[in-house]
Every structure is written in structure tokens, then in C-alpha cells.
């Protein structure tokens, strides 16, 4: 069976192919893929607004794109996935949308997705899948959780930020430190060489006792100490050649702040649950840091570690054609016939069985 995905959750379109055999892992046969970071850099932030008509442009585009990349022709798709939520909800609207319309005109059934659990099933997609049960780390730019993962939909939340995501903790630091948009790549990059105890910074809940995470104190540290150089809301003072080593060192502690957290407490997870295998997921998925630290501390536990491929990481179509595929093959999904759609601009995903 052939299975179209479209992703438009927020600021990236993307549509994809995957193919399914009785038996057989999914095959992903072509996904493209458009980014609107640009066009939101100016704000600082995503524009709702702006997501939505942008969205509207590219996804027949990348839908043809597709088609002619995998040669399917667009009678033979057999079932049109589209994220259903959670996400913007004009946004969510414009894939849920086309996929309707595709599957009026196509005569063929829809499947909404959730988000979150295309990010969780994308490293099946990778060259070393993952084999159930695993820990799951999710670290997305909206999400930070840990969650026991024994089968599709079978999904037990385990623990979550109380405040802002791990991305948000990347986006929010680089934002002060005056890089662009979204800032955590950007914050990597800048910390490579720096210090990583020359700032101290704290690592909240750390020894909380439980599996839950908070960030916000952690940007708020990181402005406190722009404070004191007197370097907040002066781009003139963060660009200066002279300031740069002390800047990077800041990136370098942030970073490792944020790292030391996600790797400690995904260790206090397996832990808990007994299992030997973990699996990242999400934006922050992509953070070198995190991967070598991880990798180690899993490395001398006997912990196997799965990652999504590297650009399969931030949002892509792949992950929900994945997601779909996957349900479809546990028997879990029925596809509805379009006649009408829904997107759920908040949904948890341990509400997914
Ligand atoms: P959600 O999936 O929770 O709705 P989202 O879709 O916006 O949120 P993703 O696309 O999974 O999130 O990931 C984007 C986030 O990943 C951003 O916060 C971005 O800064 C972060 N990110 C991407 N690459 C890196 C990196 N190398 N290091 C740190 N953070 C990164
Ligand atoms: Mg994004
Ligand atoms: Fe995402």
C-alpha cells in the first residue's frame, strides 16, 4: 500500500511517499520538504498567520515534487495521512485540508496523525531501527518528555517539562545572545570550543526524584548574566568582535546545562523502567552534544540508543506517512472516508492508544 503524508503543524511543509509490505518495514519512497524559517526570521518567531497562507503555496508543489521523485502516479496512493494536531490550528487546517480534497477527488480514505508520535516512530526510518519496548526522549521545539513506549500507540508518559521545552530553552538563550531564529542549531554552533563551566547556570529538577523537567529558570539565568555584562538588548555589545569568546563560553554553559539534564534524567528513566534501549526524537534529537553524551553514558550501561536520520529530526511529511504506515500495519488505524475534517490544535499523545 501507498501512503502520502503531509505535515503543516507549524513552520515547515512537508509531504512524503511511503510504501508498506505485508511483513515489511515501510519504505519511504520521496519526501520533500519546505522550511519557512526565513520568512519568519524577521519576527523572531513563528507568525501564524503567515504559516498558514505560506503553507497554502508550497503543498502541491511538494506534493507533485514527490509524486515525479518516487514516479507514482497520484491514482495509485491508496491512503492520505495528514497531521491532525497538535500544533497551529490554522496551520493544521491547510494539510488537513488538501488531504480531504485529495481523498474526495481520489475516492481514497484519510488518516489524521498525531505529531508527537510521527516524531517518536521516525528513527524506524533510519538505517538502525529501534525495536520495541524502548524509552523514548522526546525533545522538539513545543515538547519535552519521557515516555515508555511498548508497541504503536502503546505510549505511558513517564515525565515532562513543567515549563518551557528543551528546544524552547535553546531558542529562548540564543534569542538573548542576539542569534537568529531558531536559535538552538545556532547556539551549537556558537558553543563549539567554549567553556562549559565558566558560566554557572542551573540544572533545574535534576534531583527532583522524579522524571519531570523545567527550563524556564535556565533562560532566566542565562539573561541575568547578559544583565550583568551589560550586553541585554544591545546587538551593537553581542556582535562585537571582542565580546565573542565570553559569548561562546555562555552558549557553551547553556548548552551544557540543558544536556546534562536530558541525558541524567533519560538515564533515571531506563533505570526505572529496567529497559536497555532508548530512542530520541525531535528537533534537539539533532544536538551533537546530547548524541555524544548520550552515546557515552548509554555506551558503558549497555543501552542501545536510536536516533531519527539527522534531517529527519525537525518536522518533515516523512515521519507522519511513517506514523500512518505503522498504524495501519498494528491494525490500529481505521482511515476515514473524507467527506469531512477535524484538527486538533492540542492533543496528548498518551490520550493515543
Ligand atoms: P513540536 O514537535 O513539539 O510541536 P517543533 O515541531 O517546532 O515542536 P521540532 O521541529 O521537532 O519542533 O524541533 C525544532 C526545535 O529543535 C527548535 O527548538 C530548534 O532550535 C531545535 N533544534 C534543532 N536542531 C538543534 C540542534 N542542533 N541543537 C539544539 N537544538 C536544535
Ligand atoms: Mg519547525
Ligand atoms: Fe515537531
Redesign the pocket.
Known amino acids: 500500500r501507498l501512503v502520502l503524508g503531509i505535515e503543516s503543524?507549524?513552520?515547515?511543509t512537508g509531504v512524503a511517499l511511503v510504501r508498506t509490505e505485508p511483513g515489511g518495514a515501510p519504505r519511504l519512497l520521496a519526501h520533500a520538504l519546505h522550511s519557512q524559517i526565513d520568512m519568519h526570521q524577521a519576527y523572531g518567531g513563528v507568525v501564524p498567520e503567515l504559516a498558514s497562507r505560506d503553507h497554502i503555496r508550497r503543498v502541491v508543489p511538494l506534493a507533485r515534487q514527490v509524486l515525479a521523485e518516487a514516479q507514482v502516479a497520484l491514482p495509485e496512493v491508496d491512503l492520505i495521512a495528514y497531521t491532525q494536531g497538535?500544533?497551529l490550528a490554522g496551520a493544521l487546517l491547510v494539510g488537513a485540508g488538501v488531504a480531504c480534497a485529495l481523498g474526495v477527488a481520489l475516492e481514497r480514505p484519510l488518516l489524521g496523525v498525531h505529531?508527537?508520535e510521527g516524531?517518536l516512530l521516525s528513527p524506524f526510518l533510519s538505517a538502525d531501527p529501534p525495536e520495541f519496548p524502548f524509552v523514548a526522549l522526546l525533545?522538539?521545539?513545543?515538547?519535552t518528555q519521557l515516555m515508555r513506549v511498548d508497541g504503536v500507540g502503546r505510549y505511558a508518559l513517564l515525565g515532562e517539562t513543567v515549563d518551557d521545552?528543551?528546544?524552547?530553552a535553546?531558542?529562548k538563550s540564543?534569542k538573548l545572545m542576539g542569534l537568529p531564529y531558531?536559535?538552538?542549531?545556532h547556539?551549537?554552533r556558537l558553543a563549539e570550543g567554549g567553556r562549559t563551566d565558566a558560566f554557572e547556570l542551573p540544572r533545574p529538577m535534576l534531583h527532583s526524584g522524579n522524571l519531570d523537567f523545567s527550563f524556564a529558570g535556565l533562560k532566566t539565568a542565562v539573561r541575568t548574566h547578559l544583565v550583568r555584562l551589560g550586553w541585554l538588548d544591545q546587538p551593537e555589545a553581542l556582535a562585537a568582535p571582542e565580546h565573542r569568546a565570553t559569548l561562546v563560553d555562555l552558549a557553551a554553559s547553556a548548552?551544557a546545562a540543558i544536556v546534562e539534564v536530558l541525558v541524567k534524567k533519560s538515564l533515571a528513566a531506563l533505570k526505572q523502567t529496567g529497559l536497555k534501549r532508548i530512542v530520541v526524537a525531535?528537533?534537539?534529537g539533532?544536538?551533537?552534544l546530547?548524541r555524544e553524551q548520550l552515546n557515552q553514558a548509554c555506551q558503558r550501561r549497555g543501552v542501545r540508543v536510536h536516533y531519527p536520520e539527522l534531517h529527519l529530526?525537525?518536522?518533515n511529511g516523512a515521519m507522519i506517512a511513517l506514523a500512518a504506515a505503522m498504524r495501519l500495519q498494528a491494525g490500529l488505524a481505521e482511515p476515514q472516508r473524507a467527506a469531512t475534517f477535524e484538527v486538533k490544535p492540542r492533543w496528548d499523545l498518551s490520550s493515543l492508544a
Open positions: 503543524s507549524c513552520d515547515e497538535p500544533g505529531h508527537l516524531h525533545v522538539s521545539g513545543g515538547h521545552a528543551a528546544g524552547e535553546f531558542d540564543a531558531p536559535g538552538g542549531p547556539l551549537s548548552q525531535g528537533g534537539v539533532a544536538n551533537r546530547l529530526c525537525t518536522d
